[in-house]
T-cell receptor, first 117, second 109 residues
């Protein structure tokens, strides 16, 4: 079975452009998580989905960020009007169940390295 | 709001033990632990839920004291593979995590 995959693996964009990051979770995993890690910094939680819905979107850094998940599978993180401070590694993880439930172990993808010039 | 991890860095020889602490100023619903090696994605270790839970994962175990709003990660008989940065993530019951600044652990032969 394939693990969590993310695309693109690297993305260089110009300030002001929109970018779309994709996450393909492990088949059958109902929970999906997005994190961000700036260069040399710690982890930052962005959002998680249980099925297609996100209980709390307040972890997204600004209203330029949006995330959706369709069909209980693939998720897309979109950043509009990118800024240099958006440069980071964007990580996706999935798990069979949500926190505290059976199958809570999260499996991470390799990440998308975003550089905004 | 960010939980405080201590110590910031630990250096061990193989076989030695270590304890990493995570303290929050807010009431917590759960605590999550991750390990990340340089240049790699994080690896999920475990989640501890409110209720004073303790869990073990190989030679790595953790405890959660919700009254004290803190969690401790115990690494016993450390191996070279334990090297990395350990992050705790605290959940104050709001369906999102707040991560600590991390503890860098290095294990030498």
């Amino acid at each position: 079975g394939a693990g969590v995959s993310q695309s693109p693996s690297n993305k260089v964009t110009e300030k002001g452009k929109d970018v779309e990051l994709r996450c393909d979770p492990i088949s059958g995993h109902t929970a999906l998580y997005w994190y961000r890690q700036s260069l040399g910094q710690g982890l930052e939680f962005l959002i998680y989905f249980q099925g297609n819905s996100a209980p709390d979107k307040s972890g997204l850094p600004s209203d330029r960020f949006s995330a959706e998940r369709t069909g209980g599978s693939v998720s897309t993180l979109t950043i509009q009007r990118t800024q240099q401070e958006d440069s980071a590694v964007y990580l996706c993880a999935s798990s069979l169940g949500v926190w505290g439930a059976l199958g809570e172990t999260q499996y991470f993808g390799p990440g998308t390295r975003l550089l905004v010039l | 709001q960010q939980p405080v991890q201590s110590p910031q860095a630990v250096i061990l020889r193989e076989g030695e033990d270590a304890v990493i602490n995570c303290s929050s100023s807010k009431a917590l619903y759960s605590v999550h632990w991750y390990r990340q090696k340089h240049g790699e994605a994080p690896v999920f270790l475990m989640i501890l839920l409110k209720g004073g839970e303790q869990k073990g994962h190989e030679k790595i175990s953790a405890s959660f004291n919700e009254k004290k709003q803190q969690s401790s990660l115990y690494l016993t008989a450390s191996q070279l593979s334990y090297s990395g940065t350990y992050f705790c993530g605290t959940e104050p019951g709001t369906d999102k995590l707040i991560f600590g600044t991390g503890t860098r652990l290095q294990v030498f032969p």
